[in-house]
């Protein structure tokens, strides 16, 4: 099992910047892709960053420019640097990790990003 958990969320206004962190914990045997998700009142829940462990990245096209995925392996976590918030941006966001053999899909409990206008 492993375990994720964020820290970093919060209010803040439009134009701003937070950055989210994720740590991964448990029995880690190897983590292919990280990622954060998030969930805005009344919508689905939607990708937002991705980063392999190799490093490569992908992003959708609404943060493009303003928000940066990286991760350390060595400290099983991973960063979401956003920049530049708009109110938009106003969602639960949540970690994922794709890790095992069997690439197993492990969530994290949440954190709410709040941008105000």
């Known amino acids: 099992q492993v375990q994720l958990v964020e820290s970093g969320g919060g209010l803040v206004q439009a134009g701003g910047s937070l950055r989210l962190s994720c740590a991964a914990s448990g029995r880690i045997f190897f983590i292919n892709a990280m990622g954060w998700y998030r969930q805005g009142p009344g919508k689905q829940r939607e990708l937002v960053a991705v980063?392999?462990?190799?490093?490569?990245?992908n992003y959708a096209d609404s943060v493009k420019g303003r928000f940066t995925i990286s991760r350390d392996n060595a400290k099983n976590t991973v960063y979401l640097q956003m920049n530049s918030l708009k109110p938009e941006d106003t969602a639960v966001y949540y970690c994922?990790?794709?890790?095992?053999?069997?690439?197993?899909?492990?969530w994290g409990q949440g954190t709410q990003v709040t941008v105000s206008s």
């Open positions: 980063i392999t462990r190799g490093g490569s990245t």
């Open positions: 994922n990790a794709v890790a095992g053999f069997k690439m197993d899909d492990y």
